[in-house]
């Protein structure tokens, strides 16, 4: 089983702001990473996959990085439509999900 | 449109069965993997079981042996049988459609979620 944590778990923000997320890995895994955002009573959305290629009709301001166990989520220029909480998932191996990072209004 | 509808879910109580059911629509169903994922009030996200274009089943240890999956291509539709069922089962479940990088089974992500069905499981 591969554990994966994030960091934070809950970020205030402002609009405007830059924000990251981490996604750490117990065991390498690649490239094989994607991350999604949820929101209250929705469906998780696929943003990135790949740990860095950008779904499509997601906006620019949302980018991936990262191979290996160490990865990130990095939101531009937060806008009121990215509070949420956000989700990373290995697929080196049978899915698993991290805990979430939720980002809420600071 | 493109999208994914779950029914079946409700109340159940401990050791009871429910039959999960996922229509697809607007796009070759019979072409893409299959899953369930669940989410538990509150909590983060949790893959249930899988289903291969050939019909080939995939579960974790959690519900290896109590849940089945299955589809029925004519009918753009997939199934989550569900038996045995605890409180630790009580969860919004929700149909996806699984991509993969390479042919390979597990190395799948998810690019079409469905809204999901509530299943408790309660006495």
């Known amino acids: 089983v591969i554990w994966m944590t994030q960091s934070p778990s809950l970020l205030s923000a402002s609009t405007g702001d830059r924000v990251t997320i981490s996604c750490r890995m117990s065991q390498g895994i690649s490239s094989y990473l994607a991350w999604y955002q949820q929101k209250p009573g929705k469906a998780p959305e696929l943003l990135i996959y790949a740990a860095s290629t950008l779904q499509s009709g997601v906006p620019s301001r949302f980018s991936g990085s990262g191979s290996g166990t160490d990865f990130t989520l990095t939101i531009s220029c937060l806008q009121s439509e990215d509070f949420a909480t956000y989700y990373c998932?290995?697929?080196?191996?049978?899915?698993?999900f991290g805990p979430g990072t939720k980002v809420d209004i600071k | 449109e493109v999208q994914l509808v779950e029914s079946g879910g409700g109340l159940v109580q401990p050791g009871g069965s429910l039959r999960l059911s996922c229509a697809a629509s607007?796009?070759?169903?019979?072409?893409?993997?299959m899953h369930w994922v669940r989410q538990a009030t509150g909590k983060g996200l949790e893959w249930v079981s899988a289903?291969?274009?050939?019909?080939?089943?995939y579960y974790p240890g959690s519900v290896k042996g109590r849940f089945t999956i299955s589809r029925e291509n004519a009918k753009n539709s997939l199934y989550l049988q569900m038996n045995s069922l605890r409180a630790g089962d009580t969860a919004v479940y929700y149909c996806?459609?699984?991509?993969?990088?390479?042919?390979?089974?597990?190395?799948?992500?998810?690019?079409?979620w469905g809204r999901g069905t509530l299943v408790t499981v309660s006495s």
């Open positions: 289903i291969g274009t050939a019909g080939d089943p």
């Open positions: 607007g796009f070759t169903f019979s072409s893409y993997d």
């Open positions: 996806a459609r699984g991509l993969s990088s390479i042919a390979a089974a597990a190395h799948w992500y998810f690019d079409l």
């Open positions: 998932q290995q697929y080196y191996s049978f899915p698993t």
